[in-house]
């Protein structure tokens, strides 16, 4: 069967394949995925397009896009990525009716560029699969999203453009639904559809429409409407062994010339011809893909010669449920009185000091805080131009019945007590949004265990023991100090997560005008 059913594992919302291609048979699938070519060169086929991907092209194949790769010489590596969009639904609005295009063209180099830093991460993350990869895994696809829905969402009213090979964005306009417009044809193109009932269904006039379809796609609303019944007809010229006629007949045409004109306009060819030419090219039982996996040093040493600072620093595997922190930071210019929250009013109680640790510490800092809630706050220094040097981000696991108690608790055993009894498991994600460049991020972080070794640590200050015993007790206070840097182009993506009573302090700074 053309569709192939995509299989996540190591409960990764990510399928990621780097490969030597020989052929990748005629296929689609539900999922989008990111095609990266490290080394050489490929031919990818798209709907009826055929491109030739260079090292260092990124290619984005949105679901349902039919597609194969073959290669030029024998002479590739590539990048695979899939990703599971009714996981990322949970984070991002109308994600699955998005469509992504890359742009090859120079003025969009740096978002490249970005992309490339950001798969490449992944890369390297999935082949060391050190302690905790999967959270950074997830963490760098958010980043890369962010990236997609920054500088790769296709809409309907921005300008469309190619390069001088023609492998811009005009040539795979029709490749993909662009629109609510051509969604609504794409669920009804096998029934008799007119103009006039999308005017109606859109409150337009049937002129407006009829441009604003001409201004999309270049077509009239007909050969548009032709062309997305073809290009669904592949799925059963190459799937089904079903009369060109019946075929004709459950895409929409009324007549079987009709459709072999407009197969004949996309393809080039007739519709048999086309079967005969390209069904033994499809992903089937007897047809498998031909491609051998990359041996990890040598997909090593092909990132970094494209791609510069890939990191290394893992955190623990939780599953936890999404608290969504969204901060425009450059909108948030005014700072605000941070330090009346609720937060800040839990952390200022003499009681709860141990706990206050990281808040004490952000406090000093003196930066302008710009966003609150009961269990974050977020802090920035800007220089007299507006722009932001550096972020601190403070993050608390507390739940209302936790943060009820820290109000009210008197001793710190009844802190001890909490921080042993509570469980929850959560994940913070911060969307950073207005941040471009290049940050140097810092996480400073205290786990459940920390916070009960301080506490009884405290409790227990007269305790006789000896030096061993007590350098292991005090090893056992001490938080975990992690860094690395990251590339953002317009959003910062960062995710942390915990299961029972932790805090973290986050401190990015932005490195970008620093020389090397």
């Known amino acids: 069967m053309l569709k ?17 291609i020989l052929e990748y048979p005629t296929h689609f699938h539900d999922d989008m995925e990111v095609v990266y070519v490290l080394s050489g060169n490929i031919v990818l086929k798209n709907g009826c397009y055929t491109y030739t991907l ?5 290619f984005i194949l949105n679901g349902m896009d039919m597609h194969s790769f073959s290669s030029v010489d024998g002479d590739n590596m590539v990048m695979m990525l899939q990703l599971d969009f009714t996981y990322f639904a949970r984070y991002y609005k109308d994600l699955k009716e998005k469509f992504f295009v890359t742009d090859l063209k120079e003025d969009n180099r740096k978002s490249l560029g970005v992309l490339r830093n950001i798969l490449a991460r992944i890369m390297m ?3 060391q699969k050190g302690p905790g990869y999967e959270h950074k895994v997830i963490e760098s696809t958010h980043n890369l999203l962010a990236c997609l829905l920054s500088d790769f969402c296709f809409s309907g009213d921005e300008e469309i453009s190619q390069d001088e090979n023609g492998r811009g964005r005009s040539s ?16 009804n193109y096998a029934r008799k559809l007119t103009l006039s009932e999308i005017a109606e269904n859109e409150d337009l006039s049937i002129y407006y429409l009829s441009h604003i379809i001409k201004e999309a796609s270049g077509l009239s609303f007909q050969d548009l409407l032709g062309y997305i019944r073809v290009e669904e007809s592949e799925k059963l010229l190459l799937g089904t062994s079903k009369k060109i006629g019946v075929i004709a007949d459950e895409i929409g045409f009324s007549a079987v010339r009709y459709y072999i004109k407009h197969f004949e306009t996309w393809y080039g060819m007739h519709p048999s011809e086309y079967r005969k030419k390209y069904s033994g090219k499809t992903v089937t039982k007897e047809t498998k893909a031909q491609y051998r996996r990359c041996a990890p040093a040598d997909i090593e040493d092909a990132v970094r010669k494209q791609v510069k600072g890939v990191y290394s620093e893992y955190e623990d595997k939780l599953k936890a449920k999404p608290v969504i922190i969204d901060i425009d930071v450059q909108a948030q210019k005014e700072k605000i009185n941070g330090y009346d929250c609720e937060l800040a009013e839990i952390m200022e109680r003499g009681v709860n ?4 640790e990281p808040y004490k510490r952000m406090k000093e800092f003196g930066e302008d805080v710009i966003a609150s809630g009961n269990n974050y706050m977020v802090s920035v220094l800007r220089d007299e131009a507006g722009n932001i040097i550096n972020m601190s981000i403070l993050i608390y ?9 820290l109000k009210k608790i008197q001793t710190e055993n009844d802190i001890l007590r909490l921080a042993r009894n509570y469980e929850d498991e959560i994940e913070f994600l911060i969307k950073c949004r207005g941040l471009s460049g290049e940050f140097k991020i810092l996480r400073y972080r205290l786990e459940r265990d920390n916070f009960v070794k301080r506490i009884t640590g405290s409790m227990d200050s007269e305790r006789d023991i000896d030096k061993r015993e007590e350098f292991m007790e005090r090893c056992s206070e001490f938080p975990s100090i992690i860094s690395g840097t990251y590339t953002s182009s317009d959003m910062l ?5 915990f299961k029972g009573m932790g805090a973290e302090l986050i401190l990015v700074d932005n490195i970008s005008d620093q020389p090397d």
């Open 4 to 20: 192939e059913k995509i299989i996540y594992k190591d409960e990764l919302p990510i399928n990621v394949v780097t490969a030597n």
């Open 172 to 187: 795979r306009i029709l490749a993909g639904r662009l629109n609510r417009i051509t969604e609504y044809m794409y669920d």
């Open 353 to 356: 000091g141990i706990l206050a």
């Open 54 to 58: 260079n090292q260092g092209d990124i």
């Open 397 to 405: 696991n507390f739940d209302e019945n936790v943060v009820r108690s």
């Open 125 to 127: 993350e999935v082949l």
């Open 493 to 497: 993506s960062i995710r942390s997560t």
